[in-house]
């Protein structure tokens, strides 16, 4: 088993449509949780943190599950930029070692 | 402007010709780490630093060397480039102050080709 699993997609919404991507991770102790974005052949951004209390950045909401050790963003009324994968990261409890989900990739159409 | 450098951006080599791709950053960052990303398996650790002269395996450090002699610069070293080896990597850097968490900076990315 993966120790960060996403659904790799490909999602292709319609603009302005609501879209929720799912990540879990294997490891309890896990401490920090992030998504990131990716363009193609691009560097990945840190899109927001995760917090235990869930967040939200304008169009964008994170929210966290312990107890499913599962990780979640909610995206609301989409853009065309908003087409990208984006990528589950979660920390180990000691904050060294870093596990990347293989990315959901999500395409925004007219 | 805050910065992660890596060079080269391209590089095509043979089996067996050592190469060096370099990492920089100019953030004072203690935190440094290399991955490759291939398709389909998103994006591994292959090392990374926590502070000078302190180095550790990530998930895929076999064939890779690293150094970390200062701060800003965390060279990725392969003493004998294999094809399984040609992929994209990714140099990064963190702050490890304060309580966190700890967002990473990505380089532009080296597109490695081993033939």
């Known amino acids: 088993r993966k120790e960060v699993e996403q659904d790799p997609g490909p999602f292709n919404v319609p603009e302005g449509a609501t879209v929720a991507f799912n990540c879990t991770y294997s490891n309890s102790a896990s401490q920090s949780f992030f998504w990131y974005r990716q363009d193609c052949r691009k560097e990945p951004k840190l899109l927001m943190s995760v917090y235990s209390s869930g967040n939200e950045d304008g169009r964008f909401t994170a929210q966290l599950n312990r107890a499913s050790q599962y990780i979640s963003l909610l995206i609301r009324d989409s853009k065309l930029s908003d087409s990208a994968t984006y990528l589950c990261?979660?920390?180990?409890?000691?904050?060294?070692?870093?596990?990347f989900g293989s990315g959901t990739r999500l395409s925004i159409r007219p | 402007e805050a910065q992660v450098t890596q060079n080269p951006r391209y590089l095509i080599t043979v089996t067996g010709k050592k190469l060096t791709v370099t990492c920089s950053q100019n953030m004072n960052h203690e935190y440094m780490s290399w991955y490759r990303q291939d398709p389909g398996l998103g994006l591994r650790q292959i090392y990374y630093s926590m502070n000078v002269e302190v180095t550790d395996k990530g998930d895929v450090p076999e064939g890779y060397k690293v150094s970390r002699k200062e701060k800003r610069n965390f060279p990725l070293i392969l003493e004998s480039p294999s094809p399984n080896q040609t992929s994209l990597y990714f140099c990064a850097s963190s702050s490890r102050t304060g309580t966190g968490p700890y967002e990473q900076y990505f380089g532009p990315g080296t597109r490695l080709t081993v033939t």
């Open positions: 990261v979660v920390n180990d409890s000691s904050a060294s070692k870093i596990i």
